[in-house]
């Protein structure tokens, strides 16, 4: 019989299975919520933060079903100094509090930019559609656990999804194909005054 005392949890298995190994993390306190880090994931030179910890909640939907849910982030490995886990642990920790979960085309902010001499000001939540369809649902939690990207957007990118709403928002990320992983990339949408 095999000893399986010290293999990771299923969550964790998922995760690695899709990203590799975790290279290291972090646990933030109040509500108690686990970030961890992945190299080179989506891509060479990029790094993807992921929650833990966060999927021990069900959250109701505006459905009025409920889900459990994990939040990743991914930007340039060079603003990792910029300590893009803190921000997703921010944000996970706000989550817990409100008790509710994310919604796709829900937008969180705009708080200013989320780091000095970033152009992001904060976040609209997506289907994980950088990294392959497998990882975007963990169907081994009752109920399963949906993981949700968190792409940092910019001012006018807010007012864009304010006005046109998220589906003409994604169809405009499409079209214009920015760089999400840069925090200092220019909008992929006009100015607010200029959207009609």
């Known amino acids: 019989m095999t000893d399986t005392s010290d293999a990771p949890p299923p969550l964790v298995r998922h995760l690695e299975s899709h990203l590799g190994a975790i290279v290291n993390g972090n646990i933030f306190e109040e509500p108690r919520v686990q970030v961890v880090r992945f190299e080179d994931r989506p891509f060479k030179g990029a790094v993807t933060y992921s929650t833990l910890g966060v999927s021990n909640h069900v959250l109701p939907q505006a459905s009025g079903s409920s889900i459990r849910q994990e939040l990743i982030l991914s930007c340039h490995s060079r603003f990792n100094g910029w300590r893009p886990g803190r921000l997703l642990a921010v944000v996970a920790q706000d989550v817990l509090r409100e008790h509710k979960a994310l919604e796709r085309g829900q937008v969180l902010g705009p708080a200013g930019p989320i780091r000095e001499g970033s152009t992001a000001h904060g976040f609209y939540c997506a289907p994980p559609t950088c990294l ?17 990207w968190l792409v940092p957007i910019t001012h006018a990118e807010f007012h864009f999804v304010w006005e046109r709403g998220w589906s003409a928002f994604e169809d405009l990320l499409v079209t214009m194909d920015p760089d999400l992983w840069d925090l200092t990339r220019p909008s992929a949408a006009p100015e607010p005054n200029d959207v009609r």
């Open 132 to 148: 392959p369809d497998s990882f975007a649902e963990f169907g081994d939690s009752r109920p399963a656990t949906v993981f949700v």
